[in-house]
């Protein structure tokens, strides 16, 4: 079972940065993507980026568009997200998921934004 480890959040102000980081304990050979979903409490839980481990190709909520960018480092089997310009609303909480022929999902980080 692949196991999943997340880091990276924090608190910002708005207009801050911060960069998560989900490694992944192994890479399967049918492992399709890795991404971040986020979640505030009484939600549900919300796309906001991933990439494709063949290919790299990307894919961004619009509401993260411009503004977050996904990119993964094979040799580690680690994807991170810069996220840049962040607005209060970006608080959340933020899952890593790995699509599989099961999908895995990390415990989760906070992030925190204050105005």
């Known amino acids: 079972q692949v196991q999943l480890v997340e880091s990276g959040g924090g608190s910002v102000q708005a207009g801050g940065s911060l960069r998560l980081s989900c490694s992944a304990s192994?890479?399967?050979?049918?492992?399709?993507?890795m991404g971040w979903f986020r979640q505030v409490p009484g939600n549900e839980r919300e796309f906001v980026s991933r990439?494709?481990?063949?290919?790299?190709?990307?894919y961004y909520a619009d509401s993260v568009k411009g503004r977050f960018t996904i990119s993964r480092d094979n040799a580690k089997n680690t994807v991170y997200l810069q996220m840049n310009g962040l607005k209060p609303e970006d608080t959340a909480v933020y899952y890593c998921?790995?699509?599989?022929?099961?999908?895995?999902w990390g415990k989760g980080t906070l992030v925190t934004v204050s105005s």
């Open positions: 998921k790995v699509e599989d022929v099961v999908d895995y």
């Open positions: 990439i494709t481990w063949r290919g790299g190709k990307t």
């Open positions: 192994e890479r399967t050979f049918t492992m399709y993507s």
